[in-house]
């Protein structure tokens, strides 16, 4: 019998991972269990005629017809279609937690600041959470706030996948888990994936182990982007990454203090205070990826 995270697993969507994460949630997942009501038997094997269940490739489809799904798939993605829970995979990120222990903040089912989406403790060194993007950075700052002194591991952060295919949610997730290196408990990690398929690409995986962040820096950058996300225009931002892009010489020195002559004070200050002039187009790089995670929906 499949377990409740074996159903997690099994979701190809972010709207589909919502809505299971909310039917267990409130219990009200149909387990085909023999002793539900509504139980089916395992699925036949897959023939020209017949065929288990096209979702989780077990159980019996409820009708011998396309979609051909049974009872527990049929319930996940007829509430995956809601509107609301399709609107809130576009807006989310995953946190996939494997931690020496797990936050008071995830055991608490909520936070001050942030409207948790869905939940789950695997165990007591394994966590799920979806939250809002826009609520990350209140997440991390209250997770700094009443946690950070005693937690190790390992945060993996990416937004859901957004489409139902081959390479969906199923695959990402059990990577995300499978990455995961128990015994690397010495100190506290995040890894910030800016798209949810770069966890399937071996070279992106490479160059964000090689961007491993401590809880204050995941912090700083997110608040860098927050701020260069308000105070530049998008035109402006595209110009700073170019600047950044120049090799150093005459001709980078006179585009830098053109742009700089040109942008409001407030953004001279910004690039005065935290010196943007002298970062590796490699951290450039690092905070652009960012962008994502600090759109702001609530406009
Ligand atoms: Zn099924």
Not at 60 to 66: D, F, H, Q, Y
Not at 72 to 94: D, K, P
Not at 183 to 206: A, C, N, T, V
Request: glycine share 4%; charged share 20%.
């Amino acid at each position: 019998m499949l377990t409740s995270f074996d159903w997690i697993r099994r979701c190809r969507s972010g709207a589909e991972l919502l809505a299971t994460l909310a039917l267990l949630e409130t219990n009200s997942l149909n387990f085909p269990y023999p002793s539900s009501p509504g139980y089916k038997s395992l699925g036949p094997p897959l023939t020209l005629c017949e065929r288990p269940c096209r979702r989780c490739w077990i159980y019996a489809p409820v009708k011998l017809e396309p979609p051909w799904l049974c009872q527990t798939c049929m319930q996940v993605v007829t509430e995956s279609g809601e509107r609301h829970w399709r609107r809130a995979s576009t807006q989310s990120v995953v946190v996939w937690g494997t931690v020496n222990h797990i936050p008071k903040t995830i055991l608490a089912g909520q936070s001050s600041g942030v409207e948790v989406l869905g939940r789950h403790v695997y165990d007591s060194n394994h966590f799920l959470l979806i939250l809002y993007r826009k609520d990350l950075l209140t997440w991390l700052k209250e997770l700094a706030i009443y946690d950070s002194d005693r937690l190790a591991g390992l945060l993996q952060i990416f937004p859901p996948a957004q489409d139902r295919h081959e390479a969906g949610f199923a695959s990402l997730f059990s990577l995300a888990v499978a990455l995961n290196d128990p015994h690397q408990m010495d100190q506290f990690r995040i890894h910030l994936h800016p798209r949810p398929y770069y966890l399937l690409q071996s070279k992106m995986r490479k160059q964000l182990d090689s961007r491993n962040l401590s809880l204050t820096e995941s912090i700083q950058l997110l608040e860098m982007v927050k701020a260069i996300r308000s105070i530049f225009g998008p035109r402006e931002q595209e110009q700073l990454l170019d600047l950044a892009r120049m090799n150093v010489g005459q001709e980078r020195q006179f585009y830098w203090g053109r742009f700089v002559g040109n942008i409001s004070p407030e953004a001279r200050n910004f690039l005065e205070i935290w010196q943007l002039r002298h970062w590796s187009l490699e951290r450039f790089k690092l905070l652009y990826d960012l962008k994502p995670y600090m759109v702001d929906f609530t406009s």
